[in-house]
Each structure stands twice: as structure tokens, then as C-alpha cells.
């Protein structure tokens, strides 16, 4: 059954410098997104990317946080300073269609020490 | 603005007991897709079901059943013969037709069937 992978499993950081997140979603899928837990707390929505472009971001998501699809199948989330508070993990996830159900990657965990 | 509620924090149940997880919703929205993902100790999110806001109907999957009522705002989950392997933290979340508006997930409930 196709899947939604993401490497590395584990990122250890420190604060100040730049973090690459990389995701292959679902091949036949379409949108893309990009979600955030801190520990112990729920999900929270990043972005998401149809078409080679942006087409919502929350307001985590700011000028520190880029997303690319570099090539057919790779989709990335870099995070260009760190901070303390960017220790999380980073769900990847990718739906065929939009509003259709999302399938999650196993997800990064990011520690910024 | 959309809003998911799991009031139930942590639900500690028996093995082989029936279990009901709640989820309560807010939107504006009269088209909008209710999801529930469960979250085991290994962290991923594994999608379970989703469901229109025009589809009523309560929907069966083994052991899993959801009763969606509109006139509640409600979208219950209930486990029945609960097991081990069902401990995991469960959450709600609620995507609204408008715009490209992603999921917006409940805080979760930590469910622990105890052996």
C-alpha cells in the first residue's frame, strides 16, 4: 500500500541554524501539506502546496519556514534559523484530492537544543 | 472560525468494554468533512474515517462505529469490545468547504485499554 515517507526520523539542531525536512508523499496525490505537534499537544496546520505554489499557511508558518517541491516526487520543509520553540514533530501529509482525507507521514522529530 | 472540542482528555477503559470518544465541532460552513486519525505510542497518524456534512448516516467498521449528529454538532467514535492494541491518543478534525482551508484537529483523547 503506497505511504507517506519522511526523512530523517530524528533532528537534533542547534538553535540559529538551518534544518532541511524532507517528505515523498503519495505518488498519484496532488496537495501537499505540512503539520506541527509539540509534544503532548494537538496538530497544528503549517501549510499546504498544490501546483507548485503555496495555497494556504497559517500563522506559525512565517518568513523563517519555505516549502519546495524540488523534483517529481520530493517535498521539503526548511526552516531557515531555529528557534527553542520549533522542537516539534513535523508531519508531512499529502491527499489526492482537496478536502479529501490526508495521509500522514511518520513524521521528524525536530529538537532545537 | 472552525473549532474541534474533545472534552475527554484521558479515558482509561478495561479491555473488552465498549467506549465512546467525543468530538464536538464549530463552523460557519453548511458543506465541511469531519475526519477522526489515530495516533498509537509510535506517533504517526493513521487516518480512520471521513465523512460529509450531507452524510448522516452512522457508519460501522468492525469493532469501530461513528454516529454523526448535526442538530449536536457532534461526531462520536465508539470502540466496542475495546483491546490493547487500541490504546492511543485519538483525534477529531474538521476541514471547512471554503477556500483550501486544511484540517484543524481537536486536542485529542488518550484512550488506555488496560489488559
Known amino acids: 500500500e503506497p505511504e507517506v515517507t519522511q526523512t530523517p526520523s530524528h533532528q537534533v539542531t542547534q538553535m540559529g541554524q538551518e534544518v532541511i525536512l524532507r517528505c515523498v508523499p503519495i505518488?498519484?496525490?496532488?496537495?501537499f501539506y505540512w503539520y506541527r505537534q509539540i509534544l503532548g499537544q494537538k496538530v497544528e496546520f503549517l501549510v499546504s502546496?498544490?501546483?507548485?505554489?503555496?495555497?494556504?499557511k497559517s500563522e506559525i508558518f512565517d518568513d523563517q519556514f519555505s516549502v519546495e517541491r524540488p523534483d517529481g516526487s520530493n517535498f521539503t520543509l526548511k526552516i531557515r534559523s531555529t528557534k527553542l520553540e520549533d522542537s516539534a514533530m513535523y508531519f508531512c501529509?499529502?491527499?489526492?484530492?482537496?478536502?479529501?482525507?490526508?495521509?500522514f507521514g511518520p513524521g521528524t522529530r525536530l529538537t532545537v537544543t | 472560525a472552525q473549532k474541534v472540542t474533545q472534552a475527554q482528555t484521558e479515558i482509561s477503559v478495561v479491555e473488552k468494554e465498549d467506549v465512546t470518544l467525543d468530538c464536538v465541532y464549530e463552523?460557519?460552513?453548511?458543506?465541511?468533512?469531519l475526519f477522526w486519525y489515530k495516533q498509537p505510542p509510535s506517533g504517526e497518524l493513521v487516518f480512520l474515517i471521513r465523512?460529509?456534512?450531507?452524510?448522516?448516516q452512522n457508519e460501522i467498521s468492525g469493532r469501530y462505529s461513528w454516529n454523526f449528529q448535526k442538530s449536536t454538532s457532534s461526531f462520536n467514535f465508539t470502540i466496542t469490545a475495546s483491546q490493547v492494541v487500541d490504546s492511543a491518543v485519538y483525534f477529531c478534525?474538521?476541514?471547512?468547504?471554503?477556500?483550501?482551508?486544511?484540517?484543524?484537529f481537536g486536542k485529542g483523547t488518550r484512550l488506555s485499554v488496560i489488559a
Open positions: 501529509a499529502s491527499s489526492e484530492a482537496l478536502r479529501w482525507e490526508q495521509y
Open positions: 505518488s498519484n496525490h496532488l496537495y
Open positions: 502546496f498544490y501546483n507548485n505554489e503555496i495555497s494556504e
Open positions: 463552523t460557519r460552513d453548511t458543506t465541511y468533512y
Open positions: 465523512r460529509n456534512s450531507f452524510d448522516e
Open positions: 478534525a474538521l476541514s471547512e468547504n471554503s477556500g483550501n482551508t486544511p484540517l484543524v
